[in-house]
């Protein structure tokens, strides 16, 4: 009884040995392709660092952990097996648990790819075909270790751990741009180096251990330990000292133009901002003071409207001063789930700027639609997206950290693995930028986008308490849960629960209001201050709850998602001014180009509103486009919806053949539908919508195709499924 017990412990803690040296060296070799070979040969804005914190927790906690369990549990097996079958008594018990732990990796590996990949793509395929030939290799080996000894070199934990995660770094993220054919190349040339080094280092190890004990071959020393420990180590500290760069950083550019007085650009884009949550805008808490300052210099628009309910469309608009069916950078289905790319063929402020001797600057918290990919930084000398580096960071679908990722999350404030940049980190770099660019002589436009009022909603301290309703426990999953259940019509928010959301969006707005305050005073002493034009908006809004509808992207047209805030302080001009009458995003455009005496294209569809023009358009025009076709919303959102503004009257149609008009300046929540077919405003409003869609079809260009790595930003900020 006392031997079995002996028996029982030794082989438990072999099994867990084997199995922790197993997860070690997966966890270095996963590191290695996930941090450090992206950083060495990819662009460096493309990169996605690791927090050496996270690293470490996986390295010398999280994977030892899971190696130790699995190891100990498949010795354990391992040796009830053996007693029973005779084909296993070949081999000594100690020389399956190395094999058991590598095992275990390689299984877990390809459930993980089998259940978060789609199975028709050749990678993955290729993937789980080479975990097939290992695990074969490694039964052979418990069956027979002499008859089978040429193949344990196909069972060393380094060569698998290179050769699974390694193949699908190889040929989705290296050659991911590359044909199938060249693919088909290079992924098994790396799989016979891999192979071969394996092989010739088993055959020195089996000539130096020929003469040893099972025993002592399969034993793990303390110098081994040592050294996983070092190259842990080494990958950790590595990762760290890895920094992102900006996509371009070119700060200096040759002036077509002798004269160097030219007014400055700054437009700053506070990213899910809805206007009637700006105390400027008369919303009952204090969220804007400093805006409100701005605004006794500067020209408040109080009936500014966003081209439509998501940050790609919108930020398009502005930047090219056409709508979206026009522009064509929004959702189209099927041929473009996620979103269709500005169409390069579109010329666009910063790209006229630029072209005029402009040094142009773009410093973006939003990574996603705002990032490399999506052609919104199309003309800019120096461009931004970088991401925050959280605790607990996004990485790759096939890397099983992931899964971690996604467990804790549920768990655990989205202040721990958000990566979106705060206001603070995006004001810090611009500060640097502001004092680089004030000592050269050449004019400047500087694009800022803030991200705190978008989900999660975690503004900082004392932010996050300034205004009532906050509530502890708000994870990820719970969130998700709520906003599914009441997109669907499952239930409806409760009060407790909307009033935590708008608390911390309202405090998102502070925060972002307080950053930008501390902008303003930086150009006022940088001398920058009164020969800039200064231009304050937002992409879109953001729901609550109301008309069963959360966030936005893809929602509606109604005045929650695109009624934006409008501030434009023109250069040299201290006065305090209002404009009652409707603009549109896409008129910030043409602002900047005629306060510049540049010349404005027939193709822009904004109007100036500068003072020295004061034609205005015949059309605002706000559209969303489908959310997702069969996604896990219901099929209302399966349609587009258009707006159009004029006086007081806003008409909506969509493609459902829903028909709405509401008097916006007495019902501005759009509660009464008052639209009659027979009634002459509905009937016009209906007629020029129509007109203007018949006039403004996008037509293609050189639209590209979007990259994975923008797909996989997207999917893991919540945008696509």
């Not at 990762?239 to 992102?244: D, W």
């Not at 990574?367 to 490399?372: A, D, K, R, V």
């Not at 719970?478 to 599914?484: G, S, T």
């Not at 006065?575 to 043409?590: G, L």
Request: glycine content about 6%.
């Amino acid at each position: 009884m006392e031997s079995e017990k002996q028996s029982f412990g030794k082989n438990l803690h072999s099994g867990a040995v084997h199995g922790a040296v197993a997860w070690i060296i997966y966890g270095i070799v996963e590191c290695l392709f996930s941090t450090v070979l992206p950083w060495l040969v990819k662009p460096h804005h493309d990169y996605i660092p690791m927090h050496w914190g996270f690293a470490s927790l996986l390295l010398f906690v999280i994977y030892p952990f899971i190696g130790s369990v699995l190891g100990g549990l498949s010795a354990l097996a391992l040796s009830e097996v053996r007693e029973r079958a005779s084909l296993l008594r070949e081999n000594h018990s100690s020389d399956l648990y190395p094999l058991a732990a590598v095992l275990t990796v390689i299984w877990v590996f390809s459930i993980n790819l089998f259940i978060q990949l789609p199975l028709q793509d050749l990678s993955v395929l290729l993937s789980l075909f080479v975990a097939v030939i290992l695990t074969v290799a490694i039964i052979m080996s418990f069956i027979s270790d002499s008859k089978f000894q040429q193949l344990r070199f196909l069972t060393n934990p380094w060569v698998t751990s290179l050769s699974l995660p390694g193949l699908l770094w190889i040929s989705k993220d290296l050659l991911g741009g590359h044909s199938v054919t060249f693919k088909a190349v290079i992924v098994p040339i790396y799989l016979f180096i891999c192979f071969f080094i394996s092989f010739l280092i088993h055959k020195k190890i089996n000539e130096r251990e020929f003469k040893m004990s099972s025993e002592k071959k399969t034993a793990i020393s303390v110098s081994y330990f040592a050294s996983l420990i070092a190259v842990s180590l080494i990958i950790i500290c590595t990762s760290s000292f890895m920094v992102q760069s900006p996509i371009r950083e070119k700060l200096s550019v040759k002036s077509l133009h002798k004269d160097r007085g030219r007014h400055n650009v700054i437009l700053i884009s506070m990213d899910t901002v809805r206007a009637d949550h700006l105390s400027l805008y008369g919303y009952k808490r204090d969220t804007t003071p400093n805006l409100r300052k701005l605004a006794e210099q500067a020209t408040l628009y109080t009936r500014a409207i966003a081209s439509g309910d998501m940050t790609l469309t919108s930020h398009a608009s502005i930047f090219t001063g056409m709508y979206s069916s026009k522009h064509g950078a929004h959702r189209v289905i099927p041929d473009y789930p996620v979103c269709r790319p500005l169409d390069k063929k579109f010329h666009t402020l910063a790209e006229m700027l630029s072209e005029n001797g402009y040094l142009t600057i773009g410093v973006v918290s939003n990574f996603s639609f705002l990032g490399n990919g999506f052609e919104i930084d199309q003309g800019f000398n120096y461009y931004d997206y970088r991401s925050r580096i959280p605790i607990v960071g996004r990485t790759k679908q096939y890397y099983l950290r992931q899964n971690f990722r996604r467990f804790v999350v549920n768990f655990i404030s989205p202040s721990i693995y958000e990566d979106l940049r705060p206001a603070e980190d995006i004001n810090n770099e611009v500060f640097k930028l502001i004092d680089k660019v004030k000592k050269g002589q050449d004019p400047f436009f500087l694009f800022i986008n803030y991200m705190d009022a978008h989900w999660p909603y975690i503004p900082p301290l004392p932010f996050d308490s300034l205004f009532p309703g906050k509530r502890g426990g708000v994870t990820y999953s719970r969130y998700m849960k709520l906003k599914d259940q009441v997109m669907n019509f499952e239930r409806n928010i409760t009060g407790e629960e909307q009033s935590h959301l708008i608390s911390q969006y309202d405090g998102g707005i502070a925060y972002v209001d307080f950053k930008i305050g501390e902008l303003v005073q930086r150009l006022k002493d940088a001398g920058l201050y009164q020969n800039s034009i200064i231009i304050i908006t937002s992409d879109h809004g953001e729901a609550f709850g109301d008309r069963a509808m959360m966030e936005h992207d893809g929602l509606s047209v109604y005045q929650d998602h695109v009624y934006v805030p409008l501030i434009i302080k023109f250069p040299d001009d201290n006065k305090s001014h209002v404009v009652s009458e409707v603009v549109s995003v896409t008129d910030i455009m043409p602002t900047v180009l005629e306060v510049l005496g540049y010349k404005i294209s027939e193709d822009i569809e904004g109007k100036s509103l500068s003072g020295n023009s004061r034609e205005r358009p015949i059309n605002v025009i706000s559209e969303s486009f489908f959310k997702e076709k069969g996604g896990r919303y219901n099929s209302r959102f399966d349609r587009i919806e258009r707006a159009i503004y004029s006086g007081s009257f806003k008409y909506i149609n969509s493609t459902t053949g829903k028909r709405e008009l509401y008097n916006i300046l007495k019902d501005p929540e759009e509660k009464k539908n008052i639209y009659n077919s027979d009634s002459s405003i509905s009937e016009d409003l209906e007629n020029r919508l129509s007109q203007w869609l018949n006039m403004n079809t996008y037509k293609a260009g050189s639209t590209t195709k979007l990259k994975e790595e923008v797909v996989d930003r997207l999917k893991t900020l919540g945008y696509i499924q």
